[in-house]
């Protein structure tokens, strides 16, 4: 749990330790990152947040800290740019201090260990954090079969075997982009290691066993397990279900197949007008602006529940309109009142978030829904409407006016 205001306050004069650390300003972003990694790895087993307090000096005077609106913007965007992965859970609080105010930042220990922060795994030792070992990395991997909180699809698949996962995929696509070059080429640790370290695998009883998240990215059939991860597309003609056919789809394979497949059939139906200015120029608009699709479909494929349903996400495209169905409403601290708000957002999935920021389908998070209002609003799109219940979340894009 984190801690309350009056127990932060009694941190203010204590020493630094491993789940304390001070800093007078946040002048050093990344340094400040990896000791917040380090923190949701607790390699200690505290079991208690961590907390990186600013406005203290490292001889412990207090400083005070402008807790500007700025600077608490910077503190969020630590969460939005997705560099330490799997996302931490987080709080900030600004905190009285005489005529002074102090900022702290706290990170609650991952319950999907070990934690990266660009590639790097980071732990913290007494009162200094410092790069992983591998015997670290082993012992964090373990920590999480233990883990009671653990997501869907960071679950282990008892009946799949490693022989099920793309060992060259893996190897050659998604590790180079999750694990930092220094790492990588660093010797001793195994394909399997390497494998729990990402997630990709989990610790079983006997042997490592691939998780859910593992087969949807590395999976050399990943239907074969989960039935309803794939899309399925269908092009109407005219504007009611059920109408005739032009195309129809069903589109397989991991996340990365998923994703560009499906992304290469909404640009082939994208129709482009070109219009004749009053200067003779010509101007070019889409009937939807393809970076807009593919921040509501890719929403949807991160967010959507893959447990216990073989219902898969829906692209129904019509004369006047598309709509993605997504299995899975609102999770977490999302919910019907808050859907779509910046930085509203929790994860169902938090290893699938990881593997698309990792393979650059997703470059910030949180806000992918605002961008697609902006994207949609600017090409002469109305605005995205959204059905949301508790099974399914459904979003209706209308055609440029």
């Not at 889409?286 to 829906?314: C, D, K, M, S, W």
């Not at 998070?365 to 059905?387: D, M, S, T, V, Y």
Request: charged content about 20%.
């Amino acid at each position: 749990m984190f801690y309350t205001d009056a127990q932060l306050l009694e941190l203010v004069t204590a020493p630094e330790s491993s789940r304390l650390e001070r800093k007078q300003s946040f002048a050093d972003k990344d340094k400040i990152c990896r000791t917040l990694c380090a923190f949701a790895n607790d390699l200690a087993g505290h079991g208690q947040a961590g907390v990186v307090m600013l406005g203290v000096a490292d001889d412990g005077s207090v400083t005070g800290i402008d807790a500007s609106d700025t600077l608490l913007q910077k503190i969020d965007q630590i969460h939005s740019e997705g560099r330490i992965q799997p996302l931490p859970s987080m709080m900030v609080r600004v905190l009285p201090w005489q005529n002074k105010k102090l900022v702290a930042i706290m990170v609650q220990p991952s319950s999907l260990p070990p934690v990266s922060f660009d590639g790097r795994i980071w732990v913290r030792l007494s009162a200094s954090t410092q790069q992983a070992s591998q015997e670290d990395e082993r012992l964090l991997g373990e920590r999480r079969r233990t883990r009671a909180s653990r997501s869907f699809d960071s679950e282990g698949i008892p009946t799949a075997s490693l022989e099920d996962l793309n060992q060259n995929y893996f190897l050659s696509t998604y590790l180079p982009q999750a694990v930092a070059p220094d790492v990588l080429q660093a010797n001793g640790r195994s394909l399997q290691e390497r494998l729990i370290s990402t997630r990709m695998a989990s610790t079983g009883a006997q042997q490592p066993v691939p998780t859910v998240a593992g087969l949807l990215t590395t999976g050399l059939s990943p239907q074969d397990w989960l039935a309803g991860a794939y899309v399925q597309f269908i092009r109407y003609v005219g504007t009611v279900h059920g109408g005739d056919v032009v195309n129809e789809d069903r589109i397989t394979g991991n996340l990365e197949d998923v994703i560009k497949s499906t992304e290469a059939i909404f640009k082939a139906h994208i129709q482009t007008a070109v219009d004749i200015t009053g200067q003779d120029r010509e101007r070019r608009q889409a009937n939807y602006p393809l970076a807009a699709l593919q921040q509501l479909f890719r929403n949807a494929i991160l967010h959507r529940n893959y447990e216990g349903t073989n219902t898969p996400v829906r692209v129904y495209w019509f004369d006047d309109r598309i709509e993605i169905a997504s299995p899975g409403g609102p999770y977490g601290t999302v919910t019907v009142d808050n859907f779509g708000q910046p930085y509203a957002t929790d994860y169902r999935n938090p290893v699938i978030a990881e593997v698309l920021f990792n393979l650059k389908f997703v470059q910030k998070f949180g806000f992918g829904i605002q961008n697609a209002r902006k994207l949609l609003a600017e090409n002469g799109n109305p605005a995205p409407e959204f059905e949301i219940s508790q099974t399914m979340v459904v979003v209706t894009i209308r055609k440029a006016r």
